[in-house]
């Protein structure tokens, strides 16, 4: 079973950082899994932030590409999400996830979803 857990987040004003956690549990038998952060605002769906693949290439939305960093430490199945010069529209609920396979900036491919870890960034 796949589980995730995040953690992190907080209230922060314009131009500050922020980092997440998501303590993952993959399972074993996938060879070539892919790790995710996914966000939610009030009323809007759920949009891709950023993923890492099993080999270490990432993939960012173009409205965070410069200003957060996707990594993960492996020995302690942990992903994180290092955020600069936060900006009011990245106000959401944070969530990871978790692809047996496919390292995509969609929620189709996505599963295994946490309870979310809310952010606020006011101006």
């Known amino acids: 079973q796949v589980q995730t857990m995040e953690s992190g987040g907080g209230s922060v004003q314009a131009g500050g950082s922020l980092r997440l956690s998501c303590v993952a549990s993959?399972?074993?038998?996938?060879?070539?899994?892919?790790l995710g952060w996914f966000r939610q605002a009030p009323g809007k769906e759920r949009e891709g932030v950023a993923t890492?693949?099993?080999?270490?290439?990432?993939k960012y939305a173009d409205s965070v590409k410069g200003r957060f960093t996707i990594y993960e430490d492996k020995a302690k199945n942990t992903l994180y999400l290092q955020m600069n010069d936060l900006k009011p529209e990245d106000t959401a609920m944070y969530y990871c996830g978790v692809s047996p396979k496919w390292c995509l900036l969609s929620t189709t491919v996505f599963g295994s979803w946490g309870q979310g870890t809310q952010v606020t960034v006011s101006s």
């Open positions: 890492i693949d099993y080999a270490g290439a990432t």
């Open positions: 993959v399972d074993t038998r996938w060879n070539t899994p892919c």
